[in-house]
């Protein structure tokens, strides 16, 4: 069963920062992919952060400059540092593995963490 825990969430104050975690466990042969999504009460969930397979990354417009993904060497953990935090930054946060591998039987597919509350007070 794979799991995927995150951290570092938060209260902040605006201008400030903080950085998330998430360490994926379980039977894991490989991951292609690892992202942070963002999710407001009603609204769908949104990309905030990509770290794809080929070790490229990608940004939402809003937090290009401010938001930095990285991925770890062991490739089952990746961070999210957030500078700069805007009180619209405020959101559930979830990590997301996509493409991921458990044996040479199963299909790949995508796994989510449970999320963690980033709050940003202006």
């Known amino acids: 069963q794979v799991q995927l825990v995150e951290s570092g969430g938060g209260l902040a104050q605006a201008g400030g920062s903080l950085r998330l975690s998430c360490a994926a466990s379980?039977?894991?042969?490989?991951?292609?992919?690892m992202g942070w999504y963002r999710q407001l009460p009603g609204k769908e969930r949104e990309l905030v952060a990509l770290?794809?397979?080929?070790?490229?990354?990608n940004y939402a417009d809003s937090v290009k400059s401010r938001f930095t993904i990285t991925r770890a060497n062991d490739k089952n953990t990746e961070y999210l540092k957030m500078n700069s935090l805007k009180h619209e930054n405020t959101a559930v946060y979830y990590c997301?593995?996509?493409?991921?591998?458990?044996?040479?039987?199963?299909?790949?597919?995508?796994?989510w963490g449970q999320g963690t509350q980033v709050t940003v007070a202006s």
């Open positions: 770290f794809t397979k080929t070790g490229s990354t």
């Open positions: 379980g039977r894991i042969l490989t991951i292609n992919a």
């Open positions: 997301n593995a996509d493409g991921v591998l458990v044996d040479t039987i199963q299909q790949r597919r995508a796994y």
